[in-house]
């Protein structure tokens, strides 16, 4: 550690001995004893239950090894049927929404950003369904889709006189409200991101492209695009992450149906370790899932890491 | 985009902004529309809450309640199933103790991390950092049987200490003591200041910012988490409000009337402590990058 502004010699010299000794330790200690506890011996337990099979009744674990891997890679077991399908529809999910709620965010971020009467009262309100808890979110856009009454379907009959759509109980239709829930639920906070990378361009960039004829889509493309380039790719990863850690919405709003078909990899882990107590299963199954999204996590870390060095060298 | 700096004269600018004014009507009227789909939802919620249940899924739909009722609000609030305001008070108390805890151990790391030179502070910061890499989902298990090994299944201890030795604080506030100039703890130092009352007096003033930031985030997450309590706490009088609120979903399967009741009810608090907590969250939001 080299400190450019240590105080010079006859400081440093005398705290080195009697007093930086020990004192700093002394601040870390209550988060490093509760770090140790509940993130770094958790992981080490894990392992150890997921290679025993654990029995809840019974203080004597059984050994098994990898079995509870093994299982996840062996065609016919009900775990490797359920795993990788329910590791799919996660997927699927990911796939569809991260898109939209890039997409939206950044719409929604580039229709707000200049000034506009309302302007603070039309954030407030985009914002506003991410402050709701996930399971309020979820009993309201269940109703609001639901098979024969929901407000969409009423909407629907309103303007186009058709029949009701059930949603909630088709295969395929039933991700509409999850997603759709998710986008309204979620939106605001890329927003507010995009928003704040917004205000950090260059008003002048677009007088300049203005005065040069430019439109507003060649304005977007060539001025807004690449200026949020980084925080895009920020927005991605943490979204990407969040949809792969899809939890509360399909469990509220379809309880993973119908037939696992929008069954999250956690709402199904979950199952498998607290409903059928499979415990040592479900560990090994998070430890597979996690080492998945090592991906996602590695590259976010990065970011932070990119923060820390450039903030070190600013010092 | 070789253009010399521009010089946002009085005259040049004025024009501009006068010119862009027809313009913007069509985009005031997108947000209009855009914001009218974003709160119907709002809006249904509490209609419907106001609705007797055959109003609530009568057909053809009623825009607006036909017969407006409190009654849902009566029959949710006196429950036999579970007492929504025990709920908001179990979230409320998890919340705040968790939000102190987490910001004081936090902020005491976060001090000799970015203040203090000692053997290894680079090593544990990078090591601390680098748990933010483990997905949750891998420790689930083993600290929900470690709950179950601590007899703390349906206590407050399970939904409060798990988390919080959250890293993110810790880097947070790092960050920002980090930027705080030496000089004015130097002076200190030279008046014979302790490090601690260095913290105490120049570093935490001078951050409450970040110390709030971090604070309506820990809150918000304490308040929201939903998969760990809705495991570890599964005594009716112990629940959280998000867990509480879905066990009234099972029970009132079809009574929306009355589901739409404890979700405004639910929904509340939320919105009060938005409006008030509402610049601090987004300021956090926008300097920190920081996402639920």
Known sequence: ?315 | MTITAPQPTQTANAPFKKRRLPRDIPRFLILCVLSILFLAPVYWMISTSLKTEADAIASPVQWWPAHPTLDNYVAVLTSPDGNILRWTWNSLFVALTFTVIHVVVCALTAYPLARMNFRGRNAWFWIILSSLMIPGIVTLVPTYIMMLNFNWINSYHALIWPGVSGVFGVFLLRQFFVAIPRELEEAATLDGASNFQILWRIILPLSVPSLVTLAVFAFMGSWNNFLWPLFTVTDVDKMTLPVGITTFSQRYTTEYGKLMASTTLAAVPALIAYLVAQRFLEAGLSTTGLKE
Not at chain 1, 145 to 166: M, S
Not at chain 1, 225 to 249: K, N
Not at chain 1, 292 to 302: D, E, K, P, S
């Open chain 1, 1 to 315: 550690m080299t400190t450019t502004h240590a105080p010079p010699g006859q400081h440093t010299a005398p705290h080195k001995r009697s007093r930086i000794s020990l004192e700093p330790y002394l601040y870390l200690l209550p988060h490093a004893v509760l770090f140790f506890v509940f993130t770094v011996y958790p992981i080490g337990y894990g392992l150890y239950i997921s290679m025993h099979r654990w029995d809840l009744l019974n203080s004597n674990q059984q050994f098994v090894g990898f079995e509870f891997f093994r299982n996840l890679f062996t065609a016919g077991t009900p775990q490797f049927e359920f795993f990788w399908r329910t590791l799919l529809n996660t997927t699927f999910f990911t796939v569809v929404s991260v898109p939209l709620l890039v997409a939206s965010a950044l719409g929604l971020a580039v229709l707000l950003h200049r000034p506009i009467f309302g302007r603070s009262f039309f954030r407030a309100v985009f914002f506003m369904p991410g402050i709701l808890t996930v399971s309020v979110m979820g009993i309201l856009w269940r109703w609001m889709f639901d098979n024969q009454i929901g407000l969409v379907n009423a909407a629907r009959d309103l303007l186009t006189g058709a029949a009701p759509i059930p949603w909630l109980s088709t295969e395929g239709l039933a991700w509409v409200p999850i997603v759709v829930g998710t986008i309204w639920w979620t939106l605001g906070f890329n927003m507010t991101l995009y928003l704040a990378a917004l205000s950090n361009v260059s008003v002048s960039l677009y007088e300049a492209a203005s005065l040069d004829g430019a439109s507003p889509w060649q304005q977007f493309r060539f001025i807004t695009w690449p200026m949020l380039t980084p925080i895009t790719l920020f927005v991605v990863i943490t979204t990407a992450l969040a949809s792969f850690q899809l939890f509360g919405q399909s469990l509220t709003i379809t309880n993973g149906g119908p037939s696992r078909s929008t069954q999250s990899v956690i709402q199904y882990i979950t199952e498998e370790g607290f409903t059928n107590s499979q415990i040592s299963s479900a560990a090994a199954m998070g430890f597979v899932f996690g080492l998945m999204m090592l991906i996602l996590t590695g590259a976010q870390f990065r970011m932070m890491a990119r923060d820390v060095t450039s903030s070190s060298e600013g010092k």
